[in-house]
């Protein structure tokens, strides 16, 4: 149990250093939906593309575009923050157990 308590700490960084790589990553996704002519398989793009695709997908599944506009990387912005909240924000539980 020591192990644990003592990890913690880093568990709660690496944990905000993920939501937060991911978060910024969607960001970028919805910013770049509105360049269309952007090859998001050429120069850096790939860092983003490959890894919010496959979570996009398989959202893109249970929502369908709204308008023609895609809302999934939005829903993604939200979940992520609230999670980032629970878990995280100054009354959540990770937080809470460490101090």
Same mark, same amino acid.
């Given at each position: 149990?020591?192990?644990?308590?003592?990890? $913690? *700490?880093?568990?709660?960084? $690496?944990?905000? &250093?993920?939501? #937060?790589?991911?978060?910024?990553?969607?960001?970028? @996704?919805?910013?770049?939906?509105?360049?269309?002519?952007?090859?998001? @398989?050429?120069? &850096?793009? *790939?860092?983003? &593309?490959?890894?919010? =695709?496959?979570?996009?997908?398989?959202? @893109?599944?249970?929502?369908?575009?709204?308008?023609?506009?895609?809302?999934? *990387?939005?829903?993604?912005?939200?979940?992520?923050? $609230?999670? @980032? =909240?629970?878990? $995280?924000?100054?009354? #959540?539980?990770?937080?809470?157990?460490? &101090?």
């Amino acid at each position: 149990m020591p192990l644990l308590v003592k990890s $913690l *700490p880093t568990l709660h960084f $690496l944990m905000g &250093f993920v939501i #937060g790589s991911l978060t910024l990553a969607f960001l970028l @996704r919805i910013i770049l939906t509105w360049y269309p002519k952007i090859d998001l @398989r050429t120069g &850096f793009w *790939p860092i983003i &593309f490959l890894t919010t =695709e496959p979570v996009l997908v398989a959202t @893109r599944k249970i929502v369908a575009p709204i308008g023609g506009v895609d809302v999934t *990387p939005i829903i993604w912005v939200g979940l992520l923050s $609230l999670f @980032r =909240e629970l878990f $995280l924000g100054q009354q #959540g539980l990770l937080t809470q157990i460490i &101090f």
